[in-house]
């Protein structure tokens, strides 16, 4: 696509924004900067995300819920009542299939962490 070959593809259900939950499974692609995926929301229908790892802050990986979450220091322009960037509380989560888990923490989490703040 126009991003370029992802490092990994998988997919991924019940993403999280804030207070948001994605209504369905959709591919997660990560690439060399950055995170694409559709987040289906239940008021705004499908939002294309475009997470870039410098952007992210607060990255935590954990192996118990094989998830990923991270906030943006910033309002998320579809997200005005689900995200408060000012709340700790509000993170954005992704979700890992078990089988896919390990890969994402060898190919991306390292990359991820050299590039957020």
């Known amino acids: 696509g126009a991003l370029g070959t992802p490092s ?13 939950e994605s209504q369905f ?14 987040f289906q929301h239940a008021r705004e229908k499908r939002i294309d995300m475009l997470m870039h790892y410098k952007d992210m802050r607060n990255v935590t990986s954990d192996d118990k819920k094989t998830s990923l979450s ?19 509380a509000h993170v954005l989560t992704i979700p890992f299939a078990k089988a896919d888990y390990a ?3 060898a190919k991306v989490l390292p990359l991820i962490l050299s590039l957020s703040r």
Do not use: Q, W
């Open 103 to 105: 890969g994402f923490k």
């Open 70 to 88: 991270f906030r943006i220091c910033k309002p998320l322009e579809h997200f005005s009542k689900d995200y408060d960037p000012t709340n700790t």
């Open 8 to 20: 990994l593809l998988v997919y991924c259900s019940h993403m999280v924004v804030g207070r948001a």
């Open 25 to 38: 499974a959709a591919a997660v692609s990560f690439f060399s900067d950055k995170v694409a995926y559709a």
